[in-house]
């Protein structure tokens, strides 16, 4: 994953941290011995069945889930189409550097403004514009016939990924029953990489045509799942419960609620807790304020240098250079091959997907430490690997394959999905 979901996921974790930190702990105590004298304040039903993922909630998680396909496809569509718009449009090694680089920078400005649209008119509507600004973008992208037309179609497609990512886990956070949030934000993780797969696999598609309009094939095909995503939003999904609650539409809310929630469930006892919810974020919004961030506790300083520390540290070892650089790897290791290149490439994001897939099953069974832990130790060995592949007068394909594979294993397994449950954490 990319800067790109640091950018945007770091601001939604970074914003719930806020609200939901206790502001005095002497209030905190106070509550525990009500509630032990008294019982809990909150109305609870004692006849509600057991609670179960329904169809509709893994229907509206996935649905949700496919908008963060975009960003993926994205990375994996570059990694194949770099070279290509490269000798195409005649770029020098900057111009593109810059292309590749600028999307965090887009996409960090999209994450920062989708807050608007989300409260204002609801998730739904987020997924519909987030998912228009890609296909603008895309469109832009692969029509351009000059290195100014192609970075302002840039722009669009960060600007698009950002506010797509901002509204994902949010949207399947609110959608789900408490006990299932974890596993099924983790659906987002997932769709990122399926969409790098995607991406490569597209490369591999069109390998045998010209390298002039292959790369502008390349992009017009990550217009499709946009056009999905408007579709699943307009007739699929129903809007978030929480959100409908915050603006006076309980009745909907329940509506929804009862879809997500088992057959006789009381969705009341759900919609007092958002409610109350709600109330304690405003009243925390309004009195903790940009203070404890400028001016933090010890307490809070450690669960800021813990959440933003292991945000830096999956970018500094070094997943969006090696992403973007696939290709030029491989050449440079003696694979000229364009057919080749992509199969490995589709290889290689098999690797990393089926790791994901993995890791999503060991993370609450071994815990975060260890499997991050694990990753780093295992990126480091797997750099040495690739090193080690070009020391010599004739650089080695397979080391470079061997080392490139292990490392994207190792940091799928820890540094990758581990990040954002640590962060929010």
Known sequence: MGAATSSSKDSSSLSS??????????????????????????????????????????????????????????????????????????????????????????????????????????????????????????????????????????????????????????????????????????????????????????????AGVDENVAWRWMFSMGAILPCFVIFFATYVMPESPRWLVANGREGEACEVLKKVYPDGYDVGVIVNEIEDSIEEEKIAEHAVGWGVILFPSPAFKRILLVGIGISIAQQAVGIDAILYFLVFILKESGIESRITQMWILLGLGLVKLGVIFIAGRLLDRTGRRPLVFVSLLGCAVSFFIVAMSFIGAVPSEVGAIVGLALYLAFFSIGMGPATWTIASE
């Open 17 to 206: 941290s806020l609200l939901t930190f206790p502001l005095i702990e002497e209030d905190n105590d106070e509550q525990q011995q009500q509630q032990q004298q008294h019982g809990a304040t909150k109305p609870t039903s004692t006849n509600n069945p057991p609670l179960q993922i329904t169809r509709a909630t893994k229907l509206y998680a996935f649905c949700a889930a496919l908008n963060s396909c975009n960003l993926g496809y994205d990375i994996g569509v570059n990694t194949g189409a770099g070279i290509l718009v490269q000798n195409s449009l005649g770029l020098s090694d900057v111009q593109l550097e810059a292309f590749f680089g600028s999307l965090n920078l887009f996409a960090m400005v999209g994450a920062l403004s989708s807050h608007f649209i989300n409260d204002k008119f609801g998730r739904r509507w987020s997924f519909r514009v987030s998912a228009i600004i890609f296909i603008f973008g895309t469109i832009l992208q692969s029509a351009a016939n000059n290195y100014i037309v192609l970075m302002i179609g840039r722009a669009f497609v960060g600007l698009g990924v950002g506010f797509g990512l901002a509204v994902d886990p949010l949207y399947i956070a609110e959608i789900s029953p408490p006990q299932f949030r974890g596993r099924l934000v983790n659906w987002s993780e997932f769709a990122i990489n399926l969409g790098i797969v995607l991406g490569f696999l597209s490369g591999l598609v069109f």
